[in-house]
Structure formats: C-alpha cells, structure tokens
C-alpha cells in the first residue's frame, strides 16, 4: 500500500508538469533516435538551455536552469537523475497536434521503455484518416501494445461516446497511458494489462496497433517484433484480431517489414491468413525506407531495406 501510495503520488507530480509545461506553450517533435544522436553529439548540445532541451532532447541541465519549485516538482515526480553536478530527466514530453504526451527518455535503452516517436505521428495519421472517412460508427475499440496510449487517445477523443480500451504487458506504458489521458481530459478510456487480446471480452468496432517490429538482440518490449526479423508479433495481432472483429469492424496494423531481395515476407504471410469470404482487407507501404541503421545489425545482413506498412482488415457483414 505504501509503495501505491508513493506510485501514485510520483504520477500525479508527473501530470502536474505537464499541465504546466502545456501551460507555458512547451512543444516537441520527437525524432528517430539516430537523429536524437546525431544532433545531440553537436558540441552546443552537451548541456540543457532550456525546457525543450531538458524535456524533449534529454540533455543534462545544471539545477539552476529551474526554479525551485519546478525542481521540487520534478524531485515528487521522480524523475530526475543525477550526472555528477547536473541533473537529467528520465522522462520525454513530445507533441501530437494539440496532445502532450509523457514517455521514456532518450536512449531508450531499459527493457521496460516506453517508446514515441516518427512511427507514432504515421500511426497516428494512420488512425485519424481512417475515422474521418469510416462510415462505421465505433462503439467498442482497443488499442494493443499502447505504449503512450496515442491510439487510444485519438479513437477516444473522436468518438467520445465508445468505450476505448488501452493494453500493454508493459506496466510502464500503462502508467504513461493514464497519465497521458489525464493531461488530455479523456473519460472513455480504460487501461489494463494484456498480453494481445487475451485480457479482453467481446468484440470490437475497431482494433489498432503499432507494434514493435525490429530483430532486437536485448529483447526490449517495445522494439522487440520476435521472429527471424520481427515479424512475429504482427502475425499474431492478425490473427488474434481477425476473431474478435465485430461485423464491420476493422483492423488497423502499422507496422513494418525487412524486405529480402524484393520479397514482403509480412505480405505472403498475411495473404494466407485473411484468405476467405468472411474478410476484406488491403495492404500499402507507407514509406519504403526507415531505420536504415538497423541494417548493420546482427541478423539483418540479406535486409534490403526496411518498410512501413499499413494492414487494414474489415470483417464483412
């Protein structure tokens, strides 16, 4: 109970830096993380300036850059860290639109990261196009491996009479999830463990999800796809979510693929296991070239590049 208490007193520090940071107009857009590095390598960047260098480029900063009563907010919060006579956050803030959202700071390199970045705005793009031009009103929705809980959030606020679930086998993004939609004013949501589908009951209007796609030789939860080439974990999204559509429901899956000599492994894969009457559905890269710095790692040496698609699945009826 004390360890609760003291949970709950650290998230609800967390969420008061960021109404204040929304407060002062702060905004972020979070890069790849080999941008990250690469900008941060730059000699001017080794220390904090200002907010977007603490809360957005993850830069050391001396203490006297805060007020004291900011760093004391951060000290409740629990989040900062100390890097002999300057300090560090371990958490992010980043901007979506009009949405601020909390996650892990750069480099995400702890098994439990909670990670956000250009794949979250495609994902997003990805959503919002899809509820602005669905004739199918959603009713029931779930967002799976929700990390910041953007998914979730957007289907929330757009439809704001659904019930939207939020589930991840990561208890840190279910924490950032709750906190994110606090800050954002979101009632419909509800945050739960799960590993897919398997927490849940019923079916659902819509099921989105980003995945983790990469060969990751730490297994980190949110980059780790699992598989011969991360894979793994979108086939069983496809295919724990193709039961539990409702009639005229759909899937959303942006993920991506290692393409081998010309070949959409994904695709061929996918193509076997939507076969049928019962369900349409449609495939599109959506950019045909990303994380290219993956490719000199171990396990990726016939990868000729690394797409991004969108799988979109409609159950008929």
Known sequence: M????????????????????RADGYRFTCVTPATHSHVNARPEAQRAH???DV???SRPFAPSLLSPDELQQLEAAEVLVSQGERLRSNVRWSSLDDLLLVHSAWPTDSSDAVFFGPDSYRFARVIQDYLQHSPKRVQHAVDIGCGSGIGALIIARAAPH??????DINPQALRYTAINAALAGVTNLSI???????GLSGRFD???ANPPYMLDAG??????????????????????????LAPGGTLLLYTGVAIVEGRDALLEAARLRLAGPELSWSYKEIDPDVFGEQLLEVGYQNVERIAVVELRVTRNG
């Open 206 to 208: 819509l099921i989105v």
């Open 55 to 57: 809360f957005g480029w």
């Open 162 to 167: 659904a019930q939207v679930s939020a589930v």
């Open 192 to 198: 739960e463990p799960s590993d897919l589908l398997d």
């Open 50 to 52: 200002n907010l977007r």
């Open 2 to 21: 004390q360890l609760e208490n003291q949970q709950a007193r650290a998230d609800e520090a967390l969420l008061q830096l960021g109404r204040r940071l």
């Open 219 to 244: 297994e980190r939860v949110y980059r780790h796809g699992g598989g011969s080439l991360g894979a793994e974990l979108s086939l069983r999204i496809v295919e724990q979510a193709r039961e539990r």
